[in-house]
């Protein structure tokens, strides 16, 4: 997806802003919506490349500040890149670093260059700009990468929302400029703006000027009300332009994407569905199961009957509650498929609801399921 | 392996005890010699049955003590028995759980009936006897059972260490009577005598006497050293029945392994490959390596290019270095599937070597090529 030209719009609902799209990246095509499964270090936890494969997982997500810092660009390089050291052969999207240099890291500055940080395993002190970021992500032979960003927590004065507004755009322009050098994949520009309608629409309007491969809405999911994202997203989404993949980041309960679709959004990665599965948490059509839950240590059946993935085609609830129990590490491996699998099937019959024009019952069907969430 | 007509030896060494031997069970049949890796809660820590099949693996080993505990007979019992419970198809060998009685539980009382303990989790009071360890593991479904033995810490008087065998010799008889009744399985007579050649003769003929379908030498890797082991279990082999297998239970070294083959062990099994694997401790053709060596960062090559495993055919050194830095779970997994693999494989030359007659040559070069141990 160096070129726009290669993003298509195969489908569009008519009651709801969703839509299916497709776009082709160095690796392969993506069908989206789509999700993303996070795999920070070049490993999603506990599942090899051939399982996420097997779970219906097009592209995974990897993180260029866990990545640059162990085990460092140095060591990815000499496999020409990320999907050789992992042994991971579909797209891969990386981050620019700056939301984890806020989140985790110590001792941020913030310059014109960039940003200076001291790493959260040793403490060494690092700079990351916009020009190394595309530089790093350009190393680490991602297909797709971001553009740095000011994320800013919530709330925040409409102030310091323009002044990040107002970096982001620069920093983008910094992003785009030695991007052009090389186009070695596609680009992404990242929306911010805070919950002020007027600053997210001057983000897009100065990012769409720039000119990206695609856009992201950014700063979500830091910290603010359920409505508040919905209504962030949903009046990006629309600003954004219709040619072009649009990413909502870090958000990923499957009512929440749910949603998001039906506000316009394409593709999405969230920490929910691997971590969750780490802590017993499981998705299933009929709503989310605690493994701990008493009631599955006699409990013949699979995880999901309605599930078909290699955890729910092999083995028992009982089975899965005595591993994670007695904290065996098959338990996360076995949990964390039965996750993935569950959001890959869950965008594929988004996909096709939107094809065959039956988005909006497929939603409230998926709503009325869902609601038994307590039956367990 | 009902009868003991189903044991067969294929291969005898002219300058060794070493033997290549063949029995058959419910669920397939062995060749030996064969070393089990040990699946302690139903499940080779971190590794799937499919995974443990590509590794070459032909039996396994399943704790009874642990499995009654957790998750219980009454869930296992759901499922028929462990095999269906687990997912693994092949042979597995249950250990009557004495063992774990005497190293994990607290206020161990020894009675005529059996020992009553308390659990190593929850503090309950339990009674293993005789009777008890084969019904557990009858039900539990395992092909080969193990006699319940009063197995003695290390050093011991010879007082001590007769009464030891003569309990073991009693209830060696209540097993096999209440075994009579259902004939599931085979079941094994287990030496014990300590130290003493005298005393493990004593057990050998009395065990023998009684007549099981194979023997095991216990009491070893208690303490003693390598000398005083390889003695008690070249001795204790070398009286027992040669139309029956011969188990050396909980010991693991891959030189220890040689050296007991050499002695006519034919079965094995240890928590040394797996334990090793999530300590990073791994077995190569050239030696024992630890995958934290920083020599490893930059190294591109499979961790032991000799080998044909998922792990060694996929990934490198420097990935596998970096998963276990960061303590990713894959780590444990791509170090369990490889160690696994190597004694596999290990296990798989040493029958071929006797089958055609070059054991010792086959013994010799093993040591030659394990010595640049320090090369990595």
Known sequence: ??????????SQCNETRARA????TQHGSVETPVFM???????VKSVSPEELKAAGVQIILGNTYHLYLRPGLDVI???????????????ILTDSGGFQIFSLAKLVTLSDEGVIFRSHIDGSKHLLSPEKTIDLQNRIGADLIMCLDNCLPYPISKDKAEEGVAMTTSWARRCKSVWEIQKKNALFGIVQ???FNDLRKRSVDELAEIGFSGYAVGGLSVGEPKECLLDAAGYTLEQLPKDSPKYVMGVGAPEDILELVSLGADM??????????????LFTSFGTINICNAAFKQDIQPLDPECN???????????LRHLYMAKELLAYRLN???NISYYSSLMKRIREAISNGVFLSFKKNFYDLRKCDNGL
């Open 309 to 319: 993935c290699y955890t729910c085609k092999n083995y028992s609830r009982a089975y």
């Open 21 to 24: 799209t497709q776009f082709i």
């Open 336 to 338: 964390t498929i039965h």
């Open 37 to 43: 499964p996070v795999g920070t270090l070049g490993t």
């Open 1 to 10: 997806m160096r070129n726009l030209e290669e993003f298509k719009i195969l």
């Open 193 to 195: 703006g805070g919950a």
């Open 77 to 91: 390089e000499l496999f020409s890149g990320l999907h050789k050291f992992m042994g991971w052969e579909g797209p």
């Open 268 to 281: 999405f990665d969230c920490v929910l569905p691997t971590r969750n599965a780490r802590n017993g948490s």
